[in-house]
Each structure stands twice: as C-alpha cells, then as structure tokens.
C-alpha cells in the first residue's frame, strides 16, 4: 500500500464550476473537469450539506462520503491502493466504487457519479427515515453477530433518529442471542429485558445507553455460536415434558402453545414448570419472569422463539431441591398443604417484627416460621417482603473481606440472587396466585437462608449505621464512596432509582456476568423497594454498586480444580 501524496490538510478541495442542482432530497454538484482529477487522487467536495470524497481508480470516478463511519476521520487524508480506500486513523478499508467496509465494520455511503462532456456530476440522494431503516438494519445484525459494541451504538442511535422503535432495535439482538445461548434463555436475555425496560421509560438521546447496553449484553456471550433449530410444534403437556427432562418435547409444545393458547394460560403453565423445582439458584424463576417481561414489551408475536428457548432452559435448570444441602427444606414443603395455604386469608392486621431477624439468623432453612406467617394470615406478598428486607440487610452487612479471600468459594454476588429470587416470586405470585407459587415463595426463603454461608463461616458484620445526606448519586457511586452513596440514597429515597440505574448502567463491572448481576439486581431492588415501601433493597443496591467486587471465576476454578484433582473431593458450597 502507498499513501496518496495527492491530498494534505490545506489543499484546496475541487471547485465547485456551478451551482449545486437540488430537488426535495436529491442534490447534483458540478464537482469540476475529469482532467483536474488524475488517476489515484482523491479530493474532498461539498455536496449539499455532505463532505464527499471523490476519487478516480483504474475503473472510473467514484464519490464516498469522505467522514470514515467509524469516527468521522476523512478519507482523503487517508491512502488509496488501487481499488481501496484506507482511513489511516484506524485502519479501516472500503471500495471506492460501492463503499463496501472490508476491513472494519459498517460501510461507506456511496454516491451516484455521472460524467458528462468532460465534467464529473456528483449526485447526493439524502434518503427518507424508512429508506435509511432498511440500510441499516443488516448492518445492526452484523454488529450484533460480531459483538462490534461501536458498530452497534452507531446502528442503533442512527435507527433512532430514524424513528425506529427501541423494542424493534433491541429485538434484533434477541432474535440473535435467544438460539445461540447454549441452554436457552440465560442472563444475557435477563439482563437485556430490564436495559430495555429501562429505555422505553426515556426519551430521545437517553435512550441510547441502556439499548445498547442491551444489545451488548446479547451479544458478547453469543458471538460466533451457531444458532439452534427450532423443533417442531407438537401436543402435550409442557410442565409434564420439562419434569422429565424431554427437552426437544417441551421446545414443540412451547411453540404450539405459542400459536395456539390464550397468552394468561401459557404464562401459568410455565410459571408452573419452573415453581415445581428450585431452578438454578433461583434463575428458574427469574428467566421466566425476564421472558414475559420481554412479550409484554415486543409483542406476543414473538413467542414462538422466546418460549421456545425458556423451555430448553426450565428443562435443564439444576433442580437444587433434589440436592443433599436442600433436603430437610424439601421435606417440610413436601408435607405442607400448599392449597390450602394458597387461600388463607390475607389479615390486614398481621405484624411480626422478629420475622426478618428469624430469617437472617437460625442455623437452618426457616420453613416453618414462613409457614406459621402464612397461617397467620401474612400472605405471599408481605412473607416476601421480609425475605426482601432480609436479603438486602445481608448486602448491607457482608464482610467485604469475604470478597477477598480467594480460598473462599461464596462472594456478595451469590447474595444478590436472594433478591432477584424475590422479586421473581412476587411476580409469579401476582400473575398466578397458586399452590405452585406458594411453593416458589417458600424457595425464596430457603434461599434467604442460604445467603448466610458467608456469615456462618467468618461471622456476621454489624448493621452499618446511615444517616440520609443529599449528594450526588451517581458520582458518590463511580468514585467508589460507599458511605457517601448509601447516606445519598438514604436522603433521597425511592427518588434515587434514576440515578442508580445511571450507575448500573455506567459499565464499570469489567465482565458482562458482573455487568448483569450489576443491572439485575439494581432494577429488582427498585422494584422492590416500591414493593416494601423500604429503602434497603435500594440501599443495598448502592452499596453493590459502590464497593469493590471480585471476578474471581478464573482464580476460583483453578483453586478448586486443584484441589479436586489432587484429593477427588468437591468444593466447599
């Protein structure tokens, strides 16, 4: 390759030998003579309101916008071999004759030239909104496959001012990842369902972060992974084909389910399929949540592939329940009327004040106080609100030295499960009160309790001491101030969440799993502090996204394969 030594800051651009030829979008400059332009030179033209570089090759006149479209570097003071254009900035390469982007990610408008008696005519066709839609949403898709994070920003603050819809941007990285995640729906598609919540709540440029950061979320776990086929739609019974792990079975009934049953049925029966078990650490519950959150925002014409893929993942979700930590929990729940308990009566006048104290604080999984509050006439909803508060004051008070300590198998982000699990049950609660989501209910107390493995292994750390001082939010939170962010979050209550979600959405996590349980658990706890009525999952919340975490995933599995190999025992829970 050479470099051009035909252009350089201050060569004057062609002269433009007439006045431009305009029409409603068309714009037509006389750019000057063919003979003004050798073979091999390149010469920037104001066309309209575009800065065009025109460039002669072998093969003819050509015109390309002359801002490269990765970051407005000009073209012309880039090189030229042969047939292609290279932006020097960062390398990349384009056609000169189509725009065509062979090194780099979107391509390069082209413009229509025409010669005529000697004179080089550059045409400019600024397109419509829907014209400039359908050019770019192959080179969204392409962005999404490739996780090209920059290439997609571009794409999709472009679709929006084009006016194309956010549900319709973020559905093109769905319709990529849900195949590829490789159990089904993962937390890829969680944490992209609240980013998306999150962006149709706003308006003009404010959109642009949280769908991206959707976007992105989809595509780095999936990028180059082969997309599953979907099977065949079929009859059955869909909780029956996931509880005996048939998985293709339960992907065709889903999708018949899809075309064919009232939207309520279907989210009852998968509710049902993930309530029977407790599924993955409480993931069962939230990917069904997370997938019809997803319908209710892009429309139940999607559910075929959506459904499709929850199925795989409920099918395989590790079934904790069946599991030796959890059988004495299992146990009390197999012998519990859950019927019965689905339809006592909700007492308006019910308190027990030592209910959270009890579920922070016994040596084993508290079933029977959940129960006895149930009897009591607490109900469903304020049963979670004390795993909820329970939950968050464990956040509050986990020993960050826990974190650090890399012979330590447990850190602060298993605890955050204990409040997305929550959130879960409550939601599958409110959609389908029902023996199944008692039993979901009572899985969020076992976990609960199993966020204490930290505690009862290195001692239980002191509730902190917050007093509510106004600041910044967000700032106190990036510049990692932990007390200042909490005593922020404390003065400005429920009205914290925007500043937090700014936060959340600042990707300082450093991982895409981190990143997500980043956002996850900050738009549960918003939706849960509006739940309670507290301020302590929002607390919580910030001092998570305050303080220091640790990966550790790597370091982690190389202490604990070592000591498997060495001693064939399995690790620590």
């Not at 895409?512 to 009525?533: R, S």
């Not at 303080?547 to 620590?572: A, Y």
Request: glycine share 8%; charged share 25%.
């Amino acid at each position: 390759m050479t470099s051009s030594p035909l252009y350089h800051p201050g060569m004057p651009s062609m002269p433009e030998s007439e006045p431009p030829t305009t029409s409603e979008r068309s714009t037509t400059v006389v750019v000057g003579a063919v003979d003004d332009i050798g073979e091999g030179e390149m010469k920037m033209v104001k066309v309209g309101e575009r800065r065009v570089a025109v460039i002669r090759t072998a093969s003819g006149v050509h015109a390309i916008d002359n801002a490269c479209p990765h970051q407005g570097y000009g073209l012309v003071t880039g090189a030229l071999d042969g047939e292609l254009v290279t932006c020097q900035w960062h390398n990349w390469k384009f056609r000169v004759d189509t725009g065509e982007c062979v090194m780099g990610e979107e391509d390069v408008p082209c413009h229509v030239v025409a010669i005529e008696d000697g004179t080089i005519h550059v045409t400019v066709d600024e397109p419509t909104a829907a014209e400039e839609r359908e050019r770019l949403w192959p080179s969204l898709r392409r962005g999404v496959e490739d996780s090209y994070v920059g290439q997609v920003a571009r794409d999709s603050i472009r679709l929006l001012a084009n006016d194309a819809a956010p549900e319709a941007i973020a559905w093109v990285g769905f319709e990529h990842a849900l195949p590829r995640e490789e159990w089904g729906i993962g937390h890829a598609m969680a944490t992209a369902v609240d980013c998306l919540a999150w962006t149709v709540e706003r308006d003009g440029d404010d959109r642009a972060l949280p769908l991206v950061q959707a976007l992105a979320a989809l595509a780095e776990p999936t990028r180059g992974r082969p997309a599953r086929q979907r099977r065949a739609p079929r009859a059955g019974d869909l909780v029956e084909a996931i509880e005996g792990e048939d998985h293709d079975a339960a992907m065709g009934i889903a999708r018949r389910l899809a075309a064919e049953a009232d939207p309520e049925e279907v989210r009852r029966r998968f509710i049902e399929a993930a309530s029977m078990h407790h599924l993955s650490y409480g993931h069962g519950i939230i990917y069904t949540q997370k997938a019809f959150e997803l319908l209710d925002l892009v429309g139940w014409d999607k559910a075929d592939l959506v459904l499709h893929e929850l199925a795989l993942a409920t099918t395989w979700g590790t079934r904790e329940d069946t599991l030796p930590y959890m059988r004495k929990a299992v146990a009390e729940v197999a012998a519990l009327d859950l019927a019965a308990l689905a339809t006592t009566p909700v007492n308006p006048e019910w308190n027990d004040p030592q209910l959270v104290d009890v579920l922070l604080d016994v040596d084993d999984a508290p079933i029977a106080a959940a129960v006895a509050a149930l009897e009591a006439g607490a109900g469903v909803e304020r049963l979670l609100d004390a795993v909820t508060i329970a939950v968050s004051r464990r956040l509050l008070r986990y020993d960050l030295d826990i974190e650090f300590d890399l012979d330590e198998g447990f850190g602060w982000l298993d605890i955050t499960h204990g409040l997305t699990t929550a959130r879960a049950a409550r939601w599958a609660w409110r959609s389908h009160p029902s023996p199944a989501t008692v039993r979901q209910a009572l899985w969020a107390v076992w976990l609960c309790h199993d966020t204490s493995r930290g505690e009862q292994r290195h001692g239980v750390r002191p509730d902190p001491e917050i007093v509510g001082t106004p600041g910044d939010i967000t700032g106190l939170i990036r510049r990692g101030d932990v007390d200042g962010a909490l005593a922020a979050i404390r003065a400005a209550g429920l009205d914290a969440s925007s500043s937090m979600i700014e936060a959340a959405l600042a990707d300082s996590a450093g991982s895409f799993i981190v990143t997500a349980h980043l956002i996850k658990l900050t738009k549960a706890a918003i939706e849960e502090a509006e739940a309670t009525g507290s301020d302590l999952p929002l607390l919580a919340a910030g001092r998570y996204l305050a303080s220091p975490r640790l990966e550790r995933f790597v370091s982690r599995n190389v202490i604990e394969s070592l000591d498997f190999v060495k001693t064939g025992r399995p690790p620590t829970r």
